[in-house]
């Protein structure tokens, strides 16, 4: 090989061999799981001039205390559970309405209630979900497409979301520009229940999901048996 070759062959090696061998060996990072909260406790709990619970709890999450305020409606009565044989039911007579203002999901069957449960959302509870990462629940019509068991959760009901009137509001306000343009719509949005060891924030109105409606165990567990795939749900504000 002569010398001008020799050093084609360095200047080639380093234009297009060992760039694409550093970028093959890259890592890329992964996302950290979000530290469990634990240690719930309430510091105080008034009522203001509009019988709303203001109630301030503290708890720890990872190696951080965190004293957070919450100003909840008061909860609507959940009345006992009658019982019912899910099996004996028509399934297209059932749906399950989510209302996040009360911090609520009730399950109707032929416009009757039969069951209530309370639930939490995402820490933002009262807006609607705009883009993939602001950990709002989304509002509107939607339908269970899966039911399964879940290891922390008990429970996952997955909906529809994204479905065809999702990205109708979703390509709105991309138009509007109150989203970026390169927003994402997100999705695995559901219904499920809470890890055991956070119980409490179902009760005290703490919302900690991404965009999930969350119950507690046993109440997930009781939902589960009376829904289907195909089972409509709406969430209202």
């Known amino acids: 090989m002569t010398l001008s070759n020799y050093f084609k062959y360095l200047l080639l090696l380093f234009i297009f061999i060992i760039p694409f061998t550093a970028s093959s060996q890259t890592n890329v990072p992964t996302k950290a799981p979000e530290p469990e909260k ?26 951080t205390t965190v004293t ?13 559970r009658i019982k019912v044989n899910p099996d ?13 203002t009360n911090y609520l999901i009730a399950i109707l069957y032929k416009r009757k209630r039969i069951r209530q449960y309370r639930a939490v959302f995402g820490p ?14 989304p509002e509107g019509w939607f339908k269970i497409v899966s039911k399964k068991e879940h290891g922390n959760w ?11 009137a999702s990205y109708t509001k979703f390509n709105e306000r991309k138009q509007e520009g109150t989203i ?13 229940g809470t890890f055991l060891s956070g119980v409490k924030m179902v009760d005290w109105g703490v919302g900690w999901t991404d965009g999930c409606i969350a119950l507690k165990p046993e109440d997930i567990n009781d939902l589960y048996q009376f829904v289907f795939p195909g ?6 504000k």
């Open 88 to 100: 004996t039911l028509n399934h297209d007579s059932i749906m399950v309405f989510v209302d996040k």
């Open 124 to 137: 933002d509870r009262l807006k609607d979900k705009m883009m993939e990462g602001d950990r709002c629940t």
């Open 38 to 63: 634990k240690n719930f406790k309430v510091i105080s709990e008034t009522k203001d001039k509009y019988g709303n619970i203001v109630r301030k709890v503290q708890y720890s999450q990872g190696a």
């Open 154 to 164: 008990q429970k996952f009901l997955l909906l529809d979301y994204p479905n065809q």
């Open 180 to 192: 970026p343009q390169g927003a994402q719509i997100g999705g695995a949005v559901g219904i499920h």
């Open 231 to 236: 089972t409509r749900v709406f969430v209202r």
């Open 68 to 80: 957070e305020t919450l100003i909840l409606p008061p909860f609507p009565a959940l009345g006992e």
